[in-house]
């Protein structure tokens, strides 16, 4: 620990407690980690305020002892933008003790909650007062508020919601001074010029840090139903969404799944089943649902629309869940998708997006690119059809080292993927971020007026690097990260 370190850890333990201030390695060694074991980090301090005041004095002291702080809710983080440096340079400032739903109105669909609050306890907070927060994830038990605010998260709900930027009405935060920024108020117009909410959502703590978020809830579900379908194309899959969407606004997730992704749940996960019989090549889950106990039951209008696209031979086969358990049953088959590709071996991730339009010839060409161009590799993709994300997965040759692999392979096939998304127009980041695990990627394919405006912003506002140093863009004096 550095002199500088080590005074800023005596100072927050001194005017907050020992809980503020933790420097047990065993206690720190969980958080040091990325959720995919593939960056490691090193610190020798976790600070963990318990409320925006204390997160600002600690903010403050930081910035004045040029200090770098890395802040952490759930450590969900698919691309490495929670891990620490490697070089011990930076300390943990973990939201986690800031977990309380301050204000939770039925009336104005409106919930005031703090940084560290899990998303599955905001969905059964909501729930309790006749409402919900519609944005969900696999994460949802160890993600936080914070986390999902800064990396403006997506989810299987995006189709009708939109990601998290849609859901959130205001945000408190502490910029890399120490001062607060207050945007609790929730106003539905607000001409005063720059939107400091939306520039923080999606800047992956790298503009400040996260404190609370006013949140748009909806009415909660009185009836819901989910499908899954066998189909031999994504091209079938999305015709089939348009059919659907042409004749009812109550679909909220359409998710695809190729054949030999669910293979990997029912070999890997333990007590999954396939929904279908016999084999397809690719597969869709489709939710619907209605706020109205005395609407059409979104059961009998699925079963309507999928018996038609059943008969004109749009889908192979399908089956309607018969009840929670079973609705449950097929939502954990695709929430169990990483799991079960991470239990099966080495896989470079990557979460993409390309025009919706074009997704299902990129799903199909870019995998059989890969493929060939990496021997042994096998390329797959799914995910979020209907709004055009989907995670672009190559996995490893059967017998590779681990580590070796990551090291060498890895990289040469992660600018071969980019460089195709970008070709089709897409993005290299739909709904996990930029983090540390893209920033190189960003600064190779990234248009160079978007990559001087965010050094810019980033230099504005955090001139000292306090914030979450080393992800998402490089201040000018950094240098770019290999």
């Known amino acids: 620990m550095t002199p500088a370190q080590s005074q800023l850890v005596e100072s927050v333990r001194d005017r907050f407690g020992p809980k503020a201030a933790v420097t047990d ?17 090193a610190s020798p301090a976790l600070l963990a305020p318990a409320s925006t005041a204390e997160t600002a004095a600690i903010v403050g002291l930081a910035a004045a002892a040029g200090v770098p702080l890395v802040p952490q809710g759930g450590n969900t983080s698919m691309v490495g933008g929670a891990t620490p440096p490697a070089d011990g340079s930076a300390l943990i400032l973990s939201l986690r003790r800031m977990n309380r739903i301050r204000s939770l109105s039925s009336d104005e ?27 969900t994830l696999g994460a949802r038990g160890s993600a936080t508020i914070g986390g999902l605010v800064s990396t403006n998260a997506g989810g299987t709900q995006v189709l009708r919601f939109g990601t998290m930027r849609s859901l959130v009405a205001g945000v408190e935060a502490v910029l890399p001074d120490g001062s607060v920024h207050d945007g609790l108020a929730a106003l539905k117009k607000d001409n005063r010029g720059y939107d400091l909410d939306q520039l923080l959502i999606g800047a992956e703590g790298t503009l400040g840090v996260i404190t609370a ?28 969404l348009r059919a659907i969407e042409a004749r009812t606004d109550s679909v909220e997730s359409f998710e695809i799944i190729p054949g030999d992704s669910l293979g990997l749940v029912l070999r890997h996960i333990p007590d999954t089943r396939a929904p279908l019989s016999g084999a397809h090549r690719w597969h869709v889950l489709i939710e619907a649902v209605a706020s109205d106990a005395d609407a059409e039951p979104p059961a009998t209008l699925l079963e309507r629309l999928l018996a038609e696209a059943l008969e004109r031979g749009a889908v192979e086969d399908v089956v309607i869940a018969a009840s929670e358990a079973q609705a ?23 979460d993409i997006s390309v025009p919706v339009a074009g997704m299902p010839r990129f799903m199909v060409e870019a995998a059989a690119a890969a493929e060939a161009r990496f021997p042994g590799t096998h390329a ?8 055009g994300n989907v995670h672009f997965h190559i996995r490893a040759p059967a017998g590779v080292e681990r580590d070796r692999w990551y090291a060498e392979a890895a990289p040469e096939i992660t600018r071969f993927v ?65």
């Not at 065993?26 to 990325?34: G, N, R, S, V």
């Not at 909650?113 to 006749?130: C, P, R, S, Y």
Request: overall charge neutral; charged content about 20%; glycine content about 8%.
């Open 25 to 41: 390695a065993e206690a720190i060694a969980p958080w040091l980690t990325d959720w995919r074991n593939r960056y490691h980090g």
């Open 109 to 135: 669909n409106l919930a005031v909650a703090e940084a560290g609050v899990i998303l599955a306890d905001l969905h059964a907070a909501a729930n309790g007062a006749g409402r919900r927060f519609p944005l």
């Open 213 to 240: 978020a006013v949140l748009r809830l909806v009415p909660e579900v009185k009836q819901r139903a989910v499908a899954w379908a066998g189909l031999p194309s994504p091209q079938m899959a999305l015709e089939l």
């Open 328 to 350: 449950e049953a097929f939502w954990r088959l695709r929430d169990s998708l990483s799991e079960a590709e991470r239990a099966s071996g080495p896989a470079v991730q990557h």
């Open 380 to 387: 797959t993709a799914f995910g979020h059809l209907g709004d």
């Open 418 to 482: 980019h460089d195709q998304v970008v070709a089709a127009g897409g993005s290299i980041s739909a709904e996990h971020g930029i983090g540390q695990m893209k920033r190189a990627e960003l600064e190779r394919l990234g248009p160079p007026e978007r990559l001087a405006a965010l050094r810019a912003i980033k230099a504005a506002l955090d001139p000292k690097g306090i914030c979450n140093p080393g992800k998402l863009v490089a201040l000018a004096h950094e240098a770019p990260s290999s």
